[in-house]
């Protein structure tokens, strides 16, 4: 799943659509004030620890792990969602991401830029995104909860204005291969799941099979054991 551009030029002809593709929208001048640079306020913080996924994990009851992928051009100071403030800086590349989290539901709200000629905070448009609940996300408690892609780029810059697209896409596949590639006893401890709206059950399905192999293999082991 990539989700369109959740924010907009002045002119409306920034954002993209799920082809990474210019598009016109008809938000009209005052998806400007969404869209431009505005101050960080208003935002409130919860738990947020980033973790070792090769290392054990203890999770209180209320505690659940996000697994988020980070595929940004722009250097970003920090991540909004409501209730949540992710006081992390990420440097511009691609970043693999386990943080331990209150369980509950989110939504992405901003991120802050810190990129000189697009530095401030930027706000998602949730009405330009193609499905609604598009930026919303649920973290179950002692699960491993992947949050997606997010994928950051700047579009333009000016003398008053500068604007981003930001793209939220379903890489479910390249994270698990990433995981049993690197830290393949994290799917061993925490049962993984999907915590976007989309429905895929991918990592469920991919969960339910790896457990249905590693048992038919004990299974042969105890059989074939004199």
Same mark, same amino acid.
């Given at each position: ?5 959740? $924010? ?5 002809? =920034?954002?993209?659509?799920?082809? %990474? ?20 306020? =208003? ?39 409501? %209730?949540?403030?992710? /006081? /992390?800086?990420? &440097? ?11 369980? %509950? ?8 830029? *810190? ?9 998602? *448009?949730?009405?330009?995104? *193609? ?17 997606? /892609? ?30 049993? *590639?690197?830290? &393949? ?10 915590? %976007? ?15 249905? $192999? ?13």
């Amino acid at each position: 799943m990539v989700a369109r551009s959740g $924010l907009v030029d002045p002119a409306g002809a =920034g954002a993209e659509d799920s082809r %990474g593709t210019r598009r016109r929208t008809a938000l009209g001048p005052f998806a400007l004030v969404a869209a431009c640079v505005a101050l960080l306020s =208003g935002c409130s913080s919860t738990h947020f620890v980033r973790e070792d996924p090769s290392a054990p994990i203890e999770l209180a009851p209320d505690e659940g792990l996000i697994l988020l992928q980070i595929d940004s051009d722009l250097d970003l100071e920090r991540l909004i969602l409501t %209730g949540l403030v992710i /006081e /992390e800086p990420v &440097p511009a590349g691609r970043h693999f991401w386990v943080a331990r989290m209150r369980a %509950g539901a989110y939504s992405w709200n901003s991120v802050v830029v *810190q990129t000189k000629a697009y530095a401030g905070r930027y706000r998602f *448009q949730r009405t330009v995104y *193609q499905r609604p609940g598009e930026l919303d996300l649920t973290i179950r408690p002692g699960e491993l909860n992947y949050a997606g /892609e997010l994928i950051v780029r700047g579009i333009r810059s000016g003398f008053r204005y500068a604007w981003i697209s930001v793209r939220i896409r379903n890489h479910a596949g390249s994270a698990v291969r990433r995981i049993e *590639q690197e830290y &393949p006893e994290l799917l061993d401890r925490v049962p993984a799941r999907n915590a %976007g709206t989309s429905g895929d059950r991918f990592l469920e399905f991919y969960r339910d099979e790896r457990e249905r $192999l590693r048992s038919a293999a004990t299974s042969s082991d105890e059989e074939a054991s004199p």
